[in-house]
């Protein structure tokens, strides 16, 4: 069971502060039949600002099963993050410090985040974005503020959409006979970023950017990015399909591995993409033998019994 501290604004709910026996906190959509549509500025901040105005508190959830205390839950010790539908605006500096925060979620009602709501949460790396109104333009306002690598998933009524934006560091240059100075981003992330606006995440622009991305990213990135868009192909288009797909053609080896140690199932997705050949079926044969995938193994032994005529080659399993 939480302790919320609230103020209100009209018929609605400003948060404050929460107390929990957990660092994982889900706020509900309503606090004392007030709906709950702000964040407060600080309230979840390592710095700490007292409202001017008196604080009203109210519990939420059910009591700890482990019998845990309440304490209060901010800066370092908020973890796990998850908004109501109502909530519509984050005010300033609301995470300010939260160096340990990893996962957030919202809805697409948000409307407004300030300015560092999320100034200093380096270890943010999961959002998700529910879309009921099928619409993405809350990720502008907390994407924009997040500088670090981050997986993002967008939970549309009919799919959800899962998505990679790439990190990036800013550093100033001065061109030192002129005295001046001008801002140099390090890594592709800032140009992901440009692809949202209010109106939305532009998926054109968004997989347009994949060239640069593939000079310029590590494999920790491309990997992640290439199949999500591949194996969710929301509003992508033909072109740019056929770019991840050649781009996973030559890094067959490379993208293989890293889905065996994901565990994550490829077999049929690679037989639609016209990825198992008589040329490359041994290749992941031995690739999923070394992990240990019995079930693909097998599958592409079926593959290559049905496509090689003659075949009656045995492997261990």
């Given at each position: 069971m939480a302790v919320l501290e609230y103020i209100l604004s009209g018929q609605q709910a400003v948060l404050t502060g929460v107390s929990a026996p957990t660092d994982h906190i889900q706020l509900p959509d309503r606090v004392d039949g007030y709906p709950l549509t702000h964040l407060g500025p600080y309230c979840f901040s390592a710095r700490r600002v007292e409202p001017a105005q008196p604080v009203n508190q109210t519990t939420a959830g059910e009591p700890d099963l482990f019998g845990r205390p309440d304490r209060p839950v901010y800066g370092g010790t908020l973890v796990a993050l998850a908004l109501p539908q109502p909530v519509v605006e984050l005010g300033s500096h609301c995470c300010y410090g939260c160096t340990h925060l990893e996962e957030l979620s919202f809805y697409d009602e948000l409307s407004y985040v300030s300015d560092g709501a999320f100034k200093n949460c380096r270890s943010l790396s999961y959002i998700i974005l529910h879309a009921p109104h099928g619409t993405t333009g809350a990720l502008e306002g907390v994407l924009s503020q997040v500088s670090g690598f981050c997986e993002v998933e967008i939970?549309?009524?009919?799919?959800?959409?899962?998505?990679?934006?790439?990190?990036?560091?800013?550093?100033?240059?001065?061109?030192?006979?002129?005295?001046?100075?001008?801002?140099?981003?390090?890594?592709?992330?800032?140009?992901?970023?440009?692809?949202?606006?209010?109106?939305?995440?532009?998926?054109?622009?968004?997989?347009?950017?994949?060239?640069?991305?593939?000079?310029?990213?590590?494999?920790?990135?491309?990997?992640?990015?290439?199949?999500?868009?591949?194996?969710?192909?929301?509003?992508?288009?033909?072109?740019?399909?056929?770019?991840?797909?050649?781009?996973?053609?030559?890094?067959?080896?490379?993208?293989?591995?890293?889905?065996?140690?994901?565990?994550?199932?490829?077999?049929?997705?690679?037989?639609?993409?016209?990825?198992?050949?008589?040329?490359?079926?041994?290749?992941?044969?031995?690739?999923?033998?070394?992990?240990?995938?019995?079930?693909?193994?097998?599958?592409?032994?079926?593959?290559?019994?049905?496509?090689?005529?003659?075949?009656?080659?045995?492997?261990?399993?």
């Open positions: 939970h549309f009524p009919e799919q959800t959409v899962p998505l990679i934006f790439p990190g990036y560091s800013e550093e100033w240059e001065e061109n030192c006979p002129a005295r001046i100075f001008s801002l140099d981003f390090n890594g592709t992330g800032y140009q992901y970023r440009q692809c949202l606006s209010f109106r939305g995440l532009d998926f054109e622009r968004y997989d347009s950017l994949f060239s640069t991305a593939a000079n310029n990213e590590t494999m920790e990135v491309l990997l992640p990015l290439v199949w999500r868009r591949l194996s969710v192909p929301y509003a992508l288009q033909q072109k740019h399909q056929e770019e991840y797909l050649s781009w996973t053609k030559a890094h067959l080896s490379q993208m293989t591995q890293w889905l065996l140690q994901q565990n994550i199932p490829f077999f049929r997705w690679y037989v639609q993409w016209g990825l198992v050949t008589l040329d490359t079926v041994e290749q992941l044969r031995s690739l999923a033998a070394q992990q240990g995938d019995t079930e693909t193994v097998s599958a592409l032994l079926d593959w290559l019994k049905q496509n090689r005529p003659g075949f009656a080659k045995e492997y261990d399993l």
